[in-house]
């Protein structure tokens, strides 16, 4: 639902970044969305990593939930219904059909119909649970909302975003999930 109209801001309005991508991810177990925003440098023609983290920001601050607010039951059916039928899908090669078993085994999940029963939950979205969803983990102030930076640059950034983690073993040990 965000997908274009975030690339559509970002690289194409707001003209940041040579890589400007939304999309959903779940690896070994963790399920996260991804708003990513990359740069060739921070100069006059391209934003730095302050510029970016802060174009992010606006949209999830502003531009999401007016999107959202106007979703109504067609468009979310449209989309979900797309997803549905990607994790339906038949695997066209072997490693396509080993795949999704292998991240279970590496999950230890060993959920062996949980993509079934993904297509299922996302037909019986509604616009209320996506808003909800949004308000919850992505939103300012939401209650689930755990957000992470990742800054990669050939040298050090020149301010504008949190400080440095000074021992990162013991910050990892204090998280509630580590």
Same mark, same amino acid.
């Given at each position: 639902?965000?997908?274009?109209?975030?690339?559509?801001?970002?690289? /194409? /309005?707001?003209?940041?970044?040579?890589? !400007?991508?939304?999309?959903?991810?779940?690896?070994? %177990?963790?399920?996260?969305? !991804?708003?990513?925003?990359?740069?060739?440098?921070?100069?006059?023609?391209?934003? %730095?990593?302050?510029?970016?983290?802060?174009?992010?920001?606006?949209?999830?601050? &502003?531009?999401?939930?007016?999107?959202?607010?106007?979703?109504?039951?067609?468009?979310?059916?449209? !989309? @979900? &219904? %797309?997803?549905?039928?990607?994790? =339906?899908?038949?695997?066209?090669?072997?490693?396509?059909? @080993?795949?999704?078993?292998?991240? =279970?085994?590496?999950? =230890?999940?060993? &959920?062996?119909?949980?993509?079934?029963? =993904?297509?299922?939950? $996302?037909?019986?979205? /509604? #616009?209320? &649970?996506?808003?909800?969803?949004?308000?919850?983990?992505?939103?300012?102030?939401?209650?689930?909302?755990? #957000?992470?930076?990742?800054?990669?640059?050939?040298?050090?950034?020149?301010?504008? $975003?949190?400080?440095?983690?000074?021992?990162?073993?013991?910050?990892? @040990?204090?998280?509630? @999930?580590?």
């Amino acid at each position: 639902v965000l997908e274009a109209p975030f690339y559509e801001s970002l690289r /194409t /309005t707001q003209q940041l970044g040579y890589i !400007v991508q939304a999309a959903a991810r779940q690896r070994e %177990g963790v399920s996260s969305i !991804v708003f990513l925003a990359q740069s060739a440098r921070d100069d006059d023609k391209c934003k %730095g990593p302050a510029d970016l983290a802060a174009a992010i920001d606006g949209f999830l601050d &502003d531009r999401a939930p007016a999107i959202l607010g106007k979703l109504d039951g067609a468009q979310l059916n449209d !989309v @979900a &219904d %797309g997803i549905a039928r990607q994790l =339906e899908e038949l695997p066209k090669s072997l490693g396509a059909a @080993a795949g999704p078993h292998w991240d =279970e085994i590496v999950s =230890e999940r060993r &959920d062996w119909d949980r993509r079934a029963r =993904e297509a299922a939950a $996302l037909r019986k979205l /509604t #616009p209320d &649970d996506v808003r909800a969803l949004f308000a919850a983990a992505f939103a300012p102030g939401g209650a689930a909302r755990r #957000p992470l930076l990742v800054v990669a640059d050939k040298g050090r950034p020149a301010g504008g $975003l949190a400080a440095d983690i000074p021992d990162a073993p013991a910050f990892a @040990a204090g998280l509630e @999930a580590w």
